[in-house]
């Protein structure tokens, strides 16, 4: 595989963990407002201890398992874990993936924030696993995007990550990606027809302006016609995106690089599925795209088992 341009990827650091903190915040005062778990201390004595063991109930891959600590920790919460999986390994049916232990009241209340963060995670890495897996034999990289939950996203690209995925740009902030709306704007602000090549040249010469400390990044630009394809690719652009073409126009798009601008990526994106990917892998584009990684991810079945000061185990 030829050299090609990449984002930062998405690992557990400063940043992510803040996120996380906020997250959690607002996911304590959902379940507490600004009171008390009525039903926990209606029940359990404040100086009750117990055990309890977060289980698949179906397959999938570990993500967010190296983050249940910092939760605990930011709920304030009396309990000990302890992570039985690495973020990224397989796991399968009836695996425990960590044991908590400590106050009884703080891991009842602790409970449903735990399942809801890593049900999530491990459900976005399960996902990218299976695209990242379908196209495994095949020279091409699978990417998120930002359809991403709101408050979100470096988690859930960190859990694409653990998935076996790439990341595409974090935000705005790190990639030019000149889309058909900026386009459609600059043609609306200048009462004429802006073409993508246009496009790709004013942005170089504003990353040229840039101060060398803000760092090198990328353009790419989105190409929905053949036509354009041909037009942009003199500018050498980093990365062209091929939104929404059939299997045979992506064919000819990799022909038409490889005669103009073999150093240029050909990224393939828009409406693509399971069923669909290998075929579009197959067509020799470097990258794909893939909104669904994490927009329609939903959540994986995950339960909590107790064992209250070392008695018999029951599901919760």
């Known amino acids: 595989m030829k050299d090609h341009w990449d984002f930062p990827q998405q690992d ?15 996911a304590v005062r959902e379940d507490l407002d600004r009171g008390l ?5 209606a029940l359990i004595p404040p100086d009750a201890t117990a055990a309890a063991t977060i289980v698949a109930r179906q397959p999938g891959v570990a993500a967010g398992i190296e983050l249940v600590a910092s939760v605990v920790e930011v709920m304030g919460a009396n309990v000990a874990t302890e992570p039985l999986f690495r973020d990224g390994d397989l796991f ?3 695996s425990e993936l960590v044991r908590l232990s400590g106050a009884a009241r703080d891991l009842l209340t602790c ?12 459900s976005v890495a399960s996902t990218t696993r299976r695209f990242v897996e379908r196209v495994s034999d095949l020279p091409v990289r699978i990417y998120d995007t930002r359809k991403t939950t709101p408050g979100w996203r470096r988690l859930e690209k960190y859990a694409v990550r653990c998935g076996g995925g790439r990341n595409h740009r974090a935000g705005l902030y790190d990639a030019v990606l000149i889309k058909d709306n900026h ?8 009462q ?3 073409s993508p090549a246009e ?9 040229r302006r840039r101060p060398p400390e803000s760092g090198k990044i990328p353009i790419e630009i989105e190409v929905d016609t053949l036509d354009q394809l041909r037009s942009v690719l003199p500018t050498r652009p980093d990365i062209v995106l091929l939104d ?16 103009i601008a073999p150093e240029v990526e050909l990224e393939a994106s828009g409406g693509i599925h399971l069923d669909t990917v290998r075929d579009v892998a197959s067509t020799g584009v470097d990258r794909i795209s893939i909104g669904a990684l994490t927009h329609s991810a939903g959540s994986i079945d995950l339960g909590l088992d107790w064992n209250w000061s070392g008695g018999k185990s029951a599901q919760q």
């Not at 557990?12 to 607002?26: F, V």
């Open 183 to 190: 386009l459609a704007c600059c043609m609306a602000g200048q």
């Open 244 to 259: 929404n073409m059939s299997i045979a126009m992506m064919r000819e798009a990799v022909q038409v690089r490889n005669e």
């Open 192 to 194: 004429r027809i802006v």
């Open 111 to 122: 409970e449903r924030i735990l399942l809801n963060l890593l049900s999530r995670l491990c």
């Open 92 to 94: 399968e049916i009836g």
């Open 37 to 41: 778990d009525v039903t926990t201390v």
């Open 199 to 207: 496009c790709v040249v004013k942005a170089r010469e504003f990353l």
């Open 12 to 26: 557990i650091s400063e940043t992510l963990l803040d996120d996380l903190a906020q997250l959690i915040h607002l």
